[in-house]
Nanobody, 121 residues
Framework: QVQLVESGGGLVQAGGSLRLSCAASGRILRINSMGWYLQAAGKQRELVAVTTMNGITTYAGSVKGRFTISRDNAKNTVFLQMNSLKPEDTAVYYC???????????????WGQGTLVTVSS
């Protein structure tokens, strides 16, 4: 019904930057919010940043000032600009969307497949 496709992960040295993208497609009437979560090896998934489609953003304390979430409403796409990366940022990053489906207006939370970010020291 709805798919989220992430891209932009990879290997980067500490202090470097990466930009993640997540594009939503399918039977979308409206997107209420999109966000990024990370899951490090052996740990629970946790929030990185989330944005409502009218611009309200929330960040985890560990990434404030380093990461920026942005969106392109026309393309149902959200981005995560990650600067000053640290080895502890290494994780699989997942995109999550809170969407309203056509034609019945049902709400659905959808996860992407994840993209690996590895930060070397």
């Amino acid at each position: 019904q709805v798919q989220l496709v992430e891209s932009g992960g990879g290997l980067v040295q500490a202090g470097g930057s990466l930009r993640l993208s997540c594009a939503a497609s399918g039977r979308i009437l409206r997107i209420n919010s999109m966000g990024w979560y990370l899951q490090a090896a052996g740990k629970q998934r946790e929030l990185v940043a989330v944005t409502t489609m009218n611009g309200i953003t929330t960040y985890a304390g560990s990434v404030k000032g380093r990461f920026t979430i942005s969106r392109d409403n026309a393309k149902n796409t959200v981005f995560l600009q990650m600067n000053s990366l640290k080895p502890e940022d290494t994780a699989v990053y997942y995109c999550k969307g809170s969407v309203i489906l056509t034609p019945l207006g049902l709400s659905l939370e959808v996860w992407g497949q994840g993209t690996l970010v590895t930060v070397s020291s």
